[in-house]
């Protein structure tokens, strides 16, 4: 199992406080090696009786060098998506990142060409635990 990024229970309790319900702490996927996303939640729809399903990858961007923090979220992210597609095709996958990341990398133009090319679904979060922010492109 792999280790948890340094933000992992701050986003989590977020999305708990946000009316999520986790389910998966971590989310495994059926893939061979076995791969998991840090979280899978559930929140209801009421007023459809429905619910939405998410996965949330948690990246924490706090290495010497962001763009390479960046490729490999992509990485990451386009795996899990094609996995994700084949397990559990109703459930959105999310990376979750720091606003000091949204503010410099992903605001810059290879962030920006990113997130456009890979279609990438962010949350970002703040270190004071308040509210998240979804950007969906």
């Known amino acids: 199992m792999s280790r948890k990024d340094t933000y992992h ?5 977020a999305l708990i406080r946000e009316g999520w319900t986790i389910y ?17 939640a559930e929140r209801i729809i009421a007023a459809e009786k429905n619910c939405d399903k998410i996965a949330v990858e948690v990246k924490s961007f706090i290495t010497d060098s962001q763009v390479t923090e960046l490729e490999k979220a ?7 998506e094609e996995l994700l597609k084949i397990q559990e095709p109703d459930r ?8 000091d990341a949204f503010d410099n990398i992903f605001s810059r133009q290879v962030g920006k060409i990113a997130v456009k090319k890979f279609n990438l679904k962010l949350i970002i ?3 004071s635990e308040s509210d998240l922010q ?4």
């Open 9 to 13: 229970y701050l986003v989590k309790s």
């Open 24 to 40: 998966h702490d971590p989310y495994v996927l059926k893939s061979d090696p076995k791969l998991s996303i840090d979280l899978g």
């Open 74 to 80: 992509i990485g990451q992210y386009g795996i899990y």
């Open 92 to 99: 959105e996958l999310y990376l979750a990142v720091p606003i």
């Open 125 to 127: 979060f703040s270190f």
């Open 134 to 137: 979804w950007i969906i492109q």
